[in-house]
């Protein structure tokens, strides 16, 4: 149940930023899963309350309209911008470099 | 059974161990963190892997801000080490009054400090004209027509041997500092290091701590390990988290912390500041006021997260011009918001609440259109500011001005990876530890890190925790309090 909820929600922010899924969906997942149990708890419950306001109220609207809402929407502006970072730092991973 | 078990292998953590080995006491580290052997990593394995609590421990208020500490051998000097700064003689003045003694401000403490430099840094101490990053050369250039004082930044780069030559900045946001030379020294004494080691309980009987239950965090088996003396160097927010956790102490002290403040920028030339990140130079102008200006990381991942409140077409816009984009720092010490540790209610942890007071608000409002004004200077064509919203994005001066002006406390993006003081020492016997680092209460109980700063540095505190470590042990050792 936890891990749909996360991957639901990795799932509809790769839509928002119009990005498909890549490889690391699992890495994003592995992310979320070494936090803290209370730190994963918010997570959850963030998540939980992200799915059921993305699907129940905005769900019909244009990409653009329905970021802008998230974005307007206290705490839930929270939660889907720390999805939409993590989706941004696995896409523009540099594993290729060498650390310095 | 050790002389002395030492929670935590960070800045304070190593000073102690360092000290107490070359007194001929021993020394045994426990540390809950992984060694960090510079593997290559991505960053989200990074911060699932060396920093604590994946990089994001919140600090719940308004706005929620994010601190970011390290849970590793080395800790937070690992992924945050490098600059050496030392603390302002007004500020140490201060602390001098609190503890109601010459300790700070004396000619000894002065000595021990350049002793811990040196110890951290190579000859040259600053960064050689080679590897100054592109973005710090920005910076200059701008601050040197306002004729504010720009100083090159001193890092600890001993036993370093990266890319660049230098703890910091580095591609994944992995950085070296004390694994890389005081746990050498540690080792060679005869100091033992244990990673994966978690300390769930500290059993008390009256005054003294005689057991302690650690679990290795890779296979979950427990141990129970008697002490002589038990020295909690786990870090500002974990220190007070052990402390309340087994109810050692009711209430712990206001967590004092800085303010990171990032301005993304676009040139309309190529500028290439991701070839080094290396922060070699600060803006000490407005020193006084707590406040340093710098050089940030430019890597495409950090980046990419910054830009999470702007449109899909605006991040892909700016990611596909990265060689044409720079990122500051605006460090800012807040005068009056502090944030407070308490018990959780639900769980067997603590919450960590805060709130930026009005007059703080005012600071970060006051430095960001400065900040602004030196990037504009340094000839950007356009800035993003650290602001929850999207459209942040300003080709005028004027405008980016007129919008912090306008600005709501909570749509501030605010991080932090400096705190300290939240068990500060003073000469009060109420407080939670008295002037040699023993928690008042117990007789073989110390701190000795970050949380024993009697206040907010306004600087890099690495060098000042080292020095005042040093100098307790060498306190305790001379008043035979040992």
């Not at chain 1, 419950?45 to 970021?67: A, T």
């Not at chain 2, 090159?152 to 004390?178: R, W, Y």
Request: charged share 25%; aromatic share 10%; glycine share 4%.
């Amino acid at each position: 149940m936890i891990l749909f909820i996360f991957k639901k929600c990795i799932k509809i922010n790769f839509y928002l930023l119009e990005k498909k899924e890549n490889q690391y969906t699992s890495e994003i997942l592995n992310y979320i899963n070494a936090t803290e149990k209370n730190t994963k708890i918010l997570i959850f419950i963030g998540s939980s309350v992200f799915i059921i306001y993305y699907f129940s109220l905005i769900f019909l609207l244009s990409n653009n309209i329905k970021i802008n809402i998230l974005q307007k929407t206290p705490l839930i502006n929270k939660i889907f911008q720390f999805y939409r970072k993590l989706i941004l730092i696995s896409l523009y991973e540099e594993t290729k470099k060498s650390n310095g | 059974m050790a002389d002395f078990t030492i929670i935590g292998s960070g800045a304070g953590g190593s000073a102690a161990a360092l000290e107490l080995l070359k007194n001929k006491k021993s020394v045994e580290i426990f540390e809950e963190g992984i060694e960090y052997k510079n593997n290559r990593m991505t960053v989200l394995e990074s911060l699932s892997k060396i920093w604590r609590n994946n990089g994001i421990t919140l600090f719940h208020g308004k706005p929620i801000l994010n601190f970011a500490e390290g849970k590793c051998i080395g800790g937070s000097t690992v992924i945050n080490g490098g600059v050496i700064a030392h603390t302002n003689e007004e500020i140490l003045s201060k602390w001098d009054d609190i503890l109601g003694e010459n300790f700070f401000l004396s000619e000894d403490f002065n000595k021990k400090a350049n002793e811990v430099e040196e110890s951290l840094t190579n000859e040259n101490k600053i960064a050689h004209p080679e590897y100054v990053s592109n973005s710090s050369k920005l910076l200059i250039k701008a601050a040197k027509q306002k004729n504010y004082i720009v100083m090159p930044t001193k890092l600890a780069f001993k036993n370093i041997k990266t890319i660049h030559n230098h703890p910091f900045g580095c591609e994944n946001s992995n950085k070296n500092s004390l694994d890389k030379n005081y746990h050498i020294k540690i080792k060679k004494l005869g100091g033992k290091i244990k990673g994966k080691s978690k300390l769930l309980k500290i059993y008390k009987n009256k005054e003294f701590i005689n057991e302690i239950l650690i679990e290795n965090t890779e296979d979950k088996s427990l141990k129970k390990i008697k002490v002589n003396n038990l020295v909690l160097s786990a870090g500002c927010t974990q220190t007070p988290k052990l402390l309340l956790q087994n109810e050692l102490v009711k209430k712990v002290n206001p967590l004092n912390f800085h303010f990171n403040l990032k301005i993304l920028c676009n040139y309309n030339d190529k500028v290439n500041c991701q070839i080094s990140s290396l922060l070699s130079h600060h803006i000490r102008e407005f020193e006084k006021d707590g406040v340093l200006f710098m050089a940030s990381n430019y890597i495409k991942p950090l980046i990419a997260s910054y830009l999470s409140f702007e449109s899909s077409t605006k991040i892909k816009e700016f990611m596909s011009k990265f060689e044409f984009g720079s990122v500051f720092n605006c460090q800012i010490r807040p005068d009056f918001s502090q944030a407070k540790i308490n018990k959780s209610i639900f769980f067997n942890d603590t919450v960590i609440n805060w709130n930026l007071h009005d007059k703080d608000f005012e600071k970060i409002k006051k430095y960001l259109k400065i900040l602004s004004e030196l990037v504009f200077l340094s000839g950007a064509k356009e800035i993003i500011l650290p602001i929850e919203k999207n459209n942040q994005i300003f080709n005028d001066l004027q405008d980016a001005i007129k919008r912090i002006d306008n600005l709501n406390k909570k749509d501030l993006e605010i991080t932090s990876v400096h705190a300290m003081s939240s068990c500060s020492m003073s000469k009060n016997d109420k407080n939670i530890t008295n002037t040699r680092g023993l928690v008042n209460g117990f007789k073989n109980l110390y701190i000795m890190d970050s949380s024993i700063l009697p206040s907010n540095t306004g600087q890099h505190p690495q060098l000042t925790i080292m020095t005042t470590v040093k100098k307790l042990i060498e306190k305790n050792l001379e008043s035979n309090k040992f």
